[in-house]
């Protein structure tokens, strides 16, 4: 019953968010600001729905510091829901051509401002990372990535790619790690899904880098990162331990 009930109620709401926010954003398109703007609609309105508590972890100055790379441990489409508060204004995100093609929700995506690549010609990939940097210097945007490429899907924090850390120095933009405790234990069929806690990190400066540097800033971030996770994972079980 709770399975159905979810099911149905995400499937309703998701279709309407859709189909009014096209409309919106057909008379103000492309506009990044839009992309913050339905991530915490969604948010507000699926996190009840699947019985999630979240403790949403906001750096204090982040409005201070302008454009930036937000990178996000990627485990399963919950993120999407658990992540959602922490987008902030002025962001993008990086997705493949073909969510455009998604009923609704891909005229959705691409009408709030989302960057699109062709992610099957890996061959493309500098001309990937010469988009986004082109994108955040034109637009004055901030670009949200998932480094790990993929859904981990349980495995842990999977190695990074260097696309983001490439991005960031090529454009001289800090980059601002987010970590997402672990959201695999979800049941569509469970009433109650508990806590789980995102954290924005410490941005990292990258002005005086050169391309030389993405490995180790890569290796610097995804340390960070680990460590991080560990730590929330541990909070977050905690407090379900707490019911």
């Known amino acids: 019953m709770v399975f159905l009930f979810r099911l149905i109620s995400v499937v309703i709401i998701g279709l309407v968010i859709c189909v009014l926010g096209t409309i919106f954003c057909l008379f103000n398109p492309r506009n990044p600001k839009n992309v913050a703007r ?4 969604f948010g507000f309105f699926f996190k009840p729905i699947f019985g999630v508590k ?26 999407i829901i658990v992540a959602s508060d922490v987008v902030q204004p002025k962001t993008v995100t990086v997705g493949k051509k073909s969510l455009a093609l998604i009923p609704f929700f891909g005229q959705l995506y691409y009408l709030t401002g989302n960057i699109l690549i062709d992610r099957n010609n890996k061959s493309k990939a500098h001309d990937t990372i010469e988009q986004v940097v082109n994108e955040i210097k034109k637009r ?3 670009i949200w990535m998932f480094p790990e490429g993929t859904r981990s899907r349980g495995r842990g924090l999977l190695p990074f790619k260097t696309g983001a850390f490439k991005a960031a120095i090529a454009a001289g933009v800090p980059i601002v790690p987010i970590c997402v405790s672990q959201t695999n234990d979800i049941k569509l069929n469970r009433l109650n899904n508990g806590h789980f806690i995102v954290e924005m990190l410490e941005p990292i400066e990258t002005k005086d880098l050169s391309k030389e540097d993405a490995r180790t800033l890569m290796e610097q971030c ?3 990162m680990a460590a991080k996770i560990a730590q929330i994972n541990d909070e977050a079980k905690q407090l379900n331990n707490q019911k």
Do not use: E, M
């Not at 339905?38 to 609609?41: N, W």
């Not at 982040?62 to 441990?73: D, E, F, H, L, W």
């Open 54 to 79: 979240v403790d949403t972890r906001i750096h204090p100055n982040i409005n201070k510091i302008g454009s930036c790379v937000y990178i996000a441990n990627h485990q399963n489409n919950y993120d």
């Open 140 to 142: 004055g945007i901030s």
């Open 38 to 41: 339905f991530a915490h609609l």
């Open 222 to 224: 995804y340390n960070q």
